[in-house]
């Protein structure tokens, strides 16, 4: 089945513990992205890359790191989680940037 | 910069009636345009897009235009049930970038 596969769905961590939020997809996708969902303020897009070892910061990257050394994954690196990063994330591919984003199903972090 | 306007949620309405939910965009070049729908508890998923100016997306009863004149992309359906109950999101991505950029979301409730 084709997809965007994001672990874990849930996670609750403390201050300044490092943590990685993976990503995966296996629709050999160019484009991939992830992106924050907070209530009041929708979906706001923290970094993509548009190939292998090509990537870019979005809207809100400050806190956030990624890597992307094969095209499959994206990872998702806070090297200290604050509480204001207490959020539902998505990672998304695409075959194209016109194609359309297939989604994840959500990591939900609470940062205490 | 680009940016996408959504009407005001939430939207209610009785099962069987006509659903439309106004999207209007702000882009530099010629921008595809989406909607997406979250249901409760789940990830994005792509409703429809469409790549070009008259362009008519469609998908399980929705449809939009992308009307350039106007620049807008509505999204219409003849019957609602109460199993579109989601937030729907309108979205473009413009240039070669891949960036989804998009609306503040629409909540629909449909009553039975």
């Known amino acids: 089945e084709a997809q965007v596969t994001q672990n874990p769905r849930y996670l609750i961590t403390v201050t300044g513990k490092k943590l990685t939020v993976t990503c995966s997809q296996n629709?050999?996708?160019?484009?991939m992205s992830w992106y924050r969902q907070d209530p009041g303020l929708g979906l706001r897009q923290i970094y993509y890359?548009?190939?292998?070892?090509?990537?870019d910061k979005g809207d809100v990257p400050e806190g956030y790191k990624v890597s992307r050394k094969e095209k499959r994954n994206f990872p998702l690196i806070l090297e200290s989680p604050s509480p204001n990063q207490t959020s539902l994330y998505f990672c998304?591919?695409?075959?194209?940037?016109?194609?359309?984003?297939?989604f994840g199903s959500g990591t939900r972090l609470t940062v205490v | 910069g680009d940016s996408v306007t959504q009407m005001e949620g939430p939207v209610t309405l009785s099962e069987e009636a006509f659903l439309t939910i106004n999207c209007t965009y702000t882009?530099?070049?010629?921008?595809?345009l989406f909607w997406y729908v979250q249901y409760p508890g789940e990830g994005l998923q792509l409703l429809l897009k469409a790549t070009k100016a008259d362009d008519k997306g469609s998908n399980k009863g929705f449809e939009a235009t992308y009307r350039k004149e106007t620049t807008s992309f509505h999204l219409e359906k003849g019957s609602v049930q109460v199993s579109d109950s989601a937030v729907y999101f309108c979205?473009?991505?413009?240039?070669?970038?891949?960036?989804?950029?998009f609306g503040q979301g629409t909540t629909l409730q449909v009553k039975p």
């Open positions: 998304a591919s695409s075959l194209s940037s016109n194609y359309g984003y297939t």
């Open positions: 890359s548009m190939n292998v070892e090509v990537t």
């Open positions: 882009a530099t070049g010629y921008p595809s």
């Open positions: 979205a473009l991505t413009s240039g070669n970038t891949g960036k989804l950029i």
């Open positions: 629709m050999n996708h160019e484009y």
